[in-house]
């Protein structure tokens, strides 16, 4: 009786852990869409300003990690974050990439009957061309984690183009969760 009341523990708990994760990357893309509501389209198209630090504009970062969701979620179980859509549109019309942050966000809701353990491959590079292919496991979790933490990572870099460009952020945009719980503590 004992077994099966730890096995019962232990899937209650890996639920509401996918349940949290799945919430946090839904939360950081909203957070996203709040960001990008308030900017202008010339700073969200502006990729090379000779004044500026950064090579890249938000529009690009905003593409990118809508590239690096749209991978997971069209190639799960069997992922390659390397060969991306990059598709311009996104980069050049923000309601384009809100949009499609909120197709995204629904869109995460087909993992939560799932097993955070689920196994996941990860292949790298070129598969077709057999370029720097290889190939890792991994899990549902662990990506979704990842994915969190990627959006975080570019929100960051978001975050300092647009406070140099005059705009104001919310303060926990671009920080990752733990930074703000441990710093709540302070």
């Known amino acids: 009786m004992t077994v099966g009341i730890r096995r019962y523990t232990i899937d209650f708990m890996d639920k509401i852990i996918l349940t949290s994760l799945i919430e946090e990357n839904r939360n950081q893309l909203l957070a996203g869409i709040g960001v990008l509501d308030q900017i202008s389209l010339k700073h969200y198209l502006l990729a090379?300003?000779?004044?500026?630090?950064?090579?890249?504009?938000?529009?690009?970062?905003?593409?990118?990690?809508?590239?690096?969701?749209?991978?997971?979620?069209?190639?799960?179980?069997?992922?390659?974050?390397?060969?991306?859509?990059?598709?311009?549109?996104?980069?050049?019309?923000?309601?384009?990439?809100?949009?499609?942050?909120?197709?995204?966000?629904?869109?995460?809701?087909?993992?939560?009957?799932?097993?955070?353990?689920?196994?996941?491959?990860?292949?790298?590079?070129?598969?077709?061309?057999?370029?720097?292919?290889?190939?890792?496991?991994?899990?549902?979790?662990?990506?979704?984690?990842?994915?969190?933490e990627h959006t975080v990572h570019h929100f960051a870099i978001i975050t300092m183009f647009l406070k140099y460009y005059g705009y104001t952020v919310p303060a926990e945009f671009g920080i990752a969760q733990s930074t703000l719980d441990y710093e709540a503590k302070l």
């Open 48 to 148: 090379e300003d000779s004044s500026s630090p950064w090579m890249s504009g938000v529009g690009k970062h905003f593409r990118h990690i809508i590239d690096f969701y749209d991978r997971f979620i069209d190639q799960f179980p069997l992922v390659n974050y390397d060969l991306r859509n990059r598709d311009i549109e996104i980069e050049t019309n923000k309601d384009v990439a809100i949009n499609r942050i909120h197709q995204l966000r629904e869109a995460l809701f087909v993992f939560k009957n799932s097993n955070i353990a689920e196994e996941i491959k990860l292949y790298q590079g070129d598969i077709l061309n057999s370029k720097n292919e290889f190939i890792v496991s991994s899990s549902l979790g662990r990506e979704l984690r990842y994915l969190i």
